[in-house]
């Protein structure tokens, strides 16, 4: 069974920038949502952005005009580019895909990246 592969988490200073990719390890199909979802020290994990195959994307308010999430279908990949990073930002990501199966969904999770932000 494929899972998901997580990279480009790692320290930055505010107001800076990064970008995570996800990939899986294997085959898979019939992924119908791709997302990012981050948890925070002591927090529940929330959702950060979704994107459909067909590009319609949604975002947390808290992130609205400064995450952009992006896929790529035929590598079936999914990447979040973060900009003007704040303190508030840090937190483990986790990429996360939904598979239909039948007439059920089937969540595919990521190991996690840290994200650090520096003030």
């Known amino acids: 069974q494929a899972r998901l592969v997580e990279s480009g988490g790692g320290l930055v200073q505010a107001g800076g920038s990064l970008r995570l990719s996800c990939a899986p390890s294997?085959?898979?199909?019939?992924?119908?949502?791709r997302a990012w979802y981050r948890r925070a020290p002591g927090k529940e994990r929330e959702l950060v952005a979704t994107?459909?195959?067909?590009?319609?994307?949604k975002y947390a308010e808290f992130v609205q005009g400064r995450f952009t999430i992006s896929r790529d279908n035929a590598k079936n990949t999914v990447s979040l580019q973060m900009n003007d990073l704040k303190p508030e930002d840090p937190a483990v990501y986790y990429c996360?895909?939904?598979?239909?199966?039948?007439?059920?969904?089937?969540?595919?999770w990521g190991q996690g990246t840290q994200v650090t932000v520096s003030t």
């Open positions: 294997g085959s898979l199909s019939d992924i119908v949502l």
């Open positions: 996360n895909m939904k598979k239909l199966i039948g007439v059920e969904f089937y969540d595919i």
């Open positions: 994107i459909t195959p067909g590009g319609l994307t």
